[in-house]
């Protein structure tokens, strides 16, 4: 089986940085990726991490540890348009992407 | 850039209607799939396709069916409309599993 956790929710000051984090437990693990989706919107691909450490992707970075079965996303300099959820999602046996339940970002001024 | 589109933004149905959800990609992917999206529930994968005439199930397969007869076309179909079936719907393919490219979803109303 597999289960994804991140948090429900995360609000944060405009300029400001954020980490949204995710935990999985999967039966094999190919990587972590990132999705962003803003309201009555499709989800994009944001990043995706296949080895341990940190991508960097402009303001957005993601990071992995395979041995802590953990990983998160950085928003660096926040902007009011980064309002939107954030799925982390992994490959799980012969389920080519499962995604967690989504953080919805909130950002205020 | 990658195009995926659905047949229709807005569907409404009413119980045991059968219901077409059409998808096409434009850039020649080999993967495609079907999630539904619940409010607190995320994304979950109900069936996916690495070739035509291929199909795989995925988490939550119960009352739909899928048809791959093209490899740019991946229809979702639900053969006997239910209430608990009101949802949006998300088609979206690959090259890659990891990277997928999503349509605009189809939010479909059973009544």
């Known amino acids: 089986g597999q289960s994804l956790e991140q948090p429900s929710e995360v609000t944060a000051v405009e300029g400001a940085i954020v980490q949204i984090n995710c935990t999985y437990q999967?039966?094999?693990?190919?990587?972590l990726s990132w999705y962003q989706q803003h309201d009555g919107g499709a989800p994009t691909f944001l990043s995706y991490?296949?080895?341990?450490g940190l991508e960097e992707t402009g303001r957005f970075s993601s990071f992995l540890s395979r041995s802590d079965s953990y990983g998160y996303l950085l928003l660096q300099e926040l902007q009011m348009k980064d309002s939107a959820s954030y799925f982390c999602?992994?490959?799980?046996?012969?389920?080519?992407?499962?995604f967690g339940k989504g953080t919805r970002l909130s950002v205020i001024a | 850039d990658v195009k995926v589109t659905q047949s229709s933004r807005y569907l409404v149905k009413r119980t045991g209607e059968k219901v077409f959800l059409e998808c096409v990609q434009d850039?020649?992917?080999?993967?495609m799939f079907w999630y539904r999206q619940d409010p607190g529930l995320g994304l979950r994968l109900i069936y996916f396709?690495?070739?035509?005439?291929?199909?795989e199930k995925g988490d939550i397969p119960e009352g739909y069916s899928v048809s791959r007869e093209k490899k740019e076309r991946f229809s979702l179909i639900l053969e006997s409309a239910s209430t608990n079936q009101t949802s949006m719907y998300l088609c979206?393919?690959?090259?890659?599993?990891?990277?997928?490219?999503f349509g605009p979803g189809t939010r479909l109303t059973v009544t």
């Open positions: 396709s690495y070739d035509v005439k291929m199909k």
């Open positions: 999967t039966s094999g693990f190919y990587g």
């Open positions: 850039m020649d992917h080999e993967n």
């Open positions: 999602a992994v490959p799980s046996g012969n389920t080519p992407l499962v």
């Open positions: 979206a393919s690959s090259k890659q599993g990891y990277e997928q490219y």
């Open positions: 991490n296949g080895l341990d």
